[in-house]
C-alpha cells in the first residue's frame, strides 16, 4: 500500500475504530468505581487518586529532578514540555472511539436533508447503529463518513457542533457526560505537572478541531496546546465575510510516526515527559526519551475490567503491545490502572 | 496556475524574495537612527520608542478596553491572542529576506561537498552573489536552491545550522547582526501586551524552523508560538536513534490565504490583534478584525528611507498595496516609521 494509502486508512481506523471483535470483549463495568479521596482523608495532597506505588514514584521523583534548582536533572520552565495521548490516556476510548459516536450521531443529525442516506452505505448502517456493517464497509466508506460528518463546512460551525454535541452526549454504557469519562488520576497529573511549571498538550491521533472546543474547560489545556489529525482547510471571504472551510481531505494523521512530526510543527521542541496508552504512541515517547537529560514516558494499561476496561494486546481499540514488550528495557514505566489507580473517574462532574 | 502550482511558486517568492529592482531601489540607509529614549527622558515607560500620536494611542486604547474588568471591551487574558509578522514587521526584510542570505551562505558552506554546483544553476548565482541570474531561474531553479539548503537533514541539525548562522551572520548594508536589525518599538509591543496578559505569536511566511532557533532569545517568544512555513518531515529510527528527517517537499505556506489557515491549525482561536507590514498579511488582519469585539489590527508602513527603508505599493519584497487601500475603511492602523517611531533599531544589542 501506499504512504498516502496507509495514512489514509490509519485516519479511518483512528476516527472509527470500529471492530466488532473490540466492541464486544471491551466492555468494562464503570459501577465499580472507587469513590475519590481527593482533600480527604489523604494526608499528601499531590496526586490523590494515585496509589503508593512505582508509578506515582516515578512521577514524583522526575518532578523533584527537573524542578531542583541546581540539581543534575533541572530543566528551565520553558523546556518543561509535556504531551498526553487523549483516546485511553485522558478520557476512556471503550467501548468505541467517543469520535465515532460524534460522527454516527452527526449522520443522525444530518440525515433528514441527505435522504439518500436511507439506501446507502455507510450512511444506512451509521443511522441504523449497525456498527458491524459500517466497519465492513472498508477505507472508502469510512472516509465517506468522516469527511460527510467533519467537513463541507467552517471551523466556526464545526466548533459549534462539536459543543453542543459534546455538552448532551452520553456514554452509552455508563450514562455519564463523555467529559466525565476522563480519568481522575490523569486530572491531576495534568494539574500537578502544570503547578511545576510544565506546559501540558494533548496529541491526540483524533481530530484535532474535535478536541479543541472542550479540552480547556475539562482538561486545562487551552485550543493552541491541542495536537491532533485534521482535515484541510481553505480561507474564503463570503460576502464579505471571511470563513475557513473545512475541506473533505486529509491533511495530516497525528498516529504513531506521525506523532513526532506533528510535535515538532507545533511545538518546535522535543518534550521531556510523555504519557500514552496504545501503540499509537510508540513513537511519541520514543521521541521523547531519546533526548538528553532527565525524561519520563508512562504508558497507562488499561487491566481493571471491574472499573474501566480491560484491553491490551488483543484490542483493536488502543491496541498495546511493542509498548508492554519494550517498557522495560527503555525504561518506560507502565500504569496500571487496577493497581496504580485509587480511583479511575472523576466523583464529582466537571465544570 | 494549479493552486499547487501557485503555492509553491508562493514558496519560493517568499523565501527568496530576488527582485533586481527592488534591490536596487528599496535599499534604506540605517545611518541616521535616532538614539533610543528608552528609559530615559521619557516621563511614561509604556511604549518609549513609539512617539505620541495615532497609532500609539490606538494600541494603549486598545490594551485598556480588552483589559479593563467589567468593561464593554473586556477579553478574559487565555483570549488574548496577538499575532505577528515577522518580515518587515519584527525584523527588517531590506535589502533581501533574511532566508534568503540564509540560503546562499548556505550553498556556500555546501559547495565543497557539491562540485557540480560550480557549472550548475541556480547554483552557479548563488556561489557568485549573482542575484539577477539567481532570480532568472524561475521557479525551478529557486525551489532547488531552497530544498538543498533546507532538506535533506533531521530537524536537529538544521536548528544548529540555523542558531550557528545567526550568531554571525551580518546585514551587508549595516554590518549588524540580523538579530539587532529587529524594531525597537515592536519588540516594546510584544513586552507590552506579555505584561498585560496576551499570548503573542509569530505568524512568518518564511520558514517556521529558520524562526524557532532564535525567536525565544530576540523576541521572547517561544518554539511552540512561531508559525510558519515548512517543509514535510518523516519519522526515522537510525541505528536506533530516531530523528525527523527534513523532506525536500512543501508541507504548507503560510502566506497571504495560508496564515489565517496557519492560525486556525496551530492556535485554534481567532487573534484579537494582528501586526503586520505586507499584502501577505493582509488576510491575517482580515481574520482577525472580522471576530466580534474589540480588535486592533496594525499595518507597519516602511516610510523612513533615511532610517530604514522606504517602500510600499511597487515593491516586491513586503508589498503593501491592498493594504494601504482599505485601511481606513476598515479601521486598520497605519504606523508610519517616519512618524511614529522614535526609534528604529536597538541601541543596544540583543541577547
Known sequence: MTSHGRRRLLFVAIVTGLMTVGLVLNQGSDSAATPSSAGAASPDPVLPSWNDGAARTAILSFVDRV???????????????????????????????????????????????HPEWAGS?????????????????????????????HAGITSEEFERIVQDWIAT?????????????????MLELLAYLRANGFKTFIVSGGGIEFV???AERVYGVPPEQVIGSSVKARYEVRN??????????????????????????????????????????????????A????????????????????????????????????AAT??????????????????TTPK
Chains 1, 2 share one sequence.
Do not use: C
Not at 452526549?169 to 488520576?185: D, F, I, N, S, W
Not at 525504561?331 to 479511575?344: E, F, H, L
Open 67 to 113: 524542578t531542583r534548582a541546581g540539581g543534575p536533572g533541572f530543566v528551565p520552565p520553558p523546556a518543561r514540555i509535556a504531551v498526553f495521548d487523549n483516546d485511553g490516556t485522558l478520557w476512556s476510548e471503550q467501548p468505541m472511539y467517543v469520535q465515532l459516536a460524534f460522527a454516527i450521531d452527526r449522520v443522525k443529525a444530518l440525515a433528514p436533508s
Open 169 to 185: 452526549a452520553r456514554h452509552p454504557k455508563t450514562g455519564r457526560l463523555y467529559t466525565e469519562m476522563v480519568y481522575q488520576p
Open 212 to 214: 479543541r472546543p472542550w
Open 240 to 289: 464579505g465575510r471571511p470563513v475557513l472551510a473545512r475541506l473533505p481531505e486529509i491533511n495530516f494523521i497525528n498516529d504513531e510516526e506521525g506523532k513526532p512530526v506533528g510535535i515538532q510543527q507545533h511545538i518546535g521542541r522535543r518534550p521531556i515527559a510523555a504519557f500514552g496508552n496504545s501503540d499509537g504512541d510508540f513513537q511519541m515517547l520514543e521521541w521523547t526519551t
Open 121 to 149: 452505505q455507510p450512511f444506512k448502517a451509521a443511522l441504523e447503529g449497525d456498527l458491524e456493517t459500517l466497519a465492513a464497509s472498508g477505507e472508502r466508506g469510512l472516509s465517506a463518513l468522516v469527511m460527510a460528518t
Open 291 to 326: 533526548g538528553p537529560g532527565t525524561r519520563l514516558a508512562l504508558i497507562v494499561h488499561h487491566d481493571d475490567d471491574a472499573r474501566e476496561a480491560a484491553y491490551d494486546r488483543a484490542s483493536h481499540i488502543g491496541r498495546l503491545a511493542r509498548g508492554l514488550d519494550e
Open 330 to 347: 527503555r525504561g518506560w514505566v507502565v500504569a496500571s490502572i487496577a493497581r496504580d489507580w485509587k480511583t479511575v473517574f472523576p466523583t
